[in-house]
């Protein structure tokens, strides 16, 4: 099962609110990535979690906060976010985060609207 | 510094015939190469990747790509493309020295025509 899931499927939120978004995987890989897709775009990397600590943050804001409480979880906590972070938020996860040979499996994503 | 490229934003082809998505990188050293595709309002889904080895890739669906280190290309091919390929797709580079720097093309929209 090479399945990664992603919750809420679609979030609508206003600048001054707090929300959260959820990635699962239960293929026990111990590597985990947060990726932001514009429309029309390629995926940007954003956060990478490797045996649930932070090894990556490619320079974003701090409204964008992640967390990885355990192996098989990983969240992003977003805070006054601006209209301009409207994307589709992609989660990824491979075996190690070790090798550059890894497979990185993604789920569906989560479409964020900030109005 | 890496990079990858699609240089065709636009693929149409006819249902039944071959399709040939085009990508180019850049890369020093030996290169980790990846096909993903992407469905409308959906995550990436992978389709298959080189490492080393035999130049000829296969992968998911009946697809499969060319390693040409000499051309530093790999396309992505099928013999007999389906409506059902109509899709969005990306090649993506890592260097053999950095396990978390994928680096993806700027994506091609294929569309098969019945």
């Known amino acids: 099962d090479t399945e990664v899931t992603q919750t809420p499927k679609h979030l609508v939120m206003g600048m001054t609110n707090k929300k959260s978004l959820k990635c699962e995987q239960h293929?026990?890989?111990?590597?985990m990535y947060w990726y932001k897709q514009k429309a029309k775009k390629p995926p940007e990397l954003m956060f990478v979690?490797?045996?649930?600590?932070?090894?990556i943050n490619e320079s974003v804001p701090s409204r964008f906060s992640p967390e990885c409480p355990n192996s098989s979880l990983l969240n992003l906590h977003l805070h006054a976010l601006q209209p301009e972070d409207s994307a589709l938020y992609l989660c990824?996860?491979?075996?190690?985060?070790?090798?550059?040979?890894?497979?990185?499996?993604f789920g569906p994503g989560t479409r964020l609207l900030v109005l | 510094a890496q990079s990858v490229a699609q240089p065709e934003d636009q693929v149409n082809v006819a249902e039944g015939n071959p399709l040939t998505v085009k990508c180019t990188y850049s890369v020093s050293g030996n290169p980790y190469l990846f096909w993903y595709v992407q469905y409308p309002n959906r995550g990436l889904q992978f389709l298959l990747k080189y490492i080393t080895g035999d130049n000829l890739v296969k992968g998911s669906y009946g697809f499969e790509a060319e390693f040409n280190k000499s051309q530093t290309s790999f396309h992505l091919k099928k013999p007999s493309a389906l409506v059902s390929d109509s899709a969005l797709y990306f090649c993506a580079v890592r260097p053999p020295y950095n396990n978390n720097d994928m680096r993806f093309g700027a994506g091609t929209r294929l569309t098969v025509k019945p």
């Open positions: 990824a996860s491979s075996q190690r985060g070790y090798w550059p040979q890894e497979t990185q499996y």
């Open positions: 293929m026990g890989h111990r590597a």
């Open positions: 979690y490797s045996y649930e600590k932070l090894s």
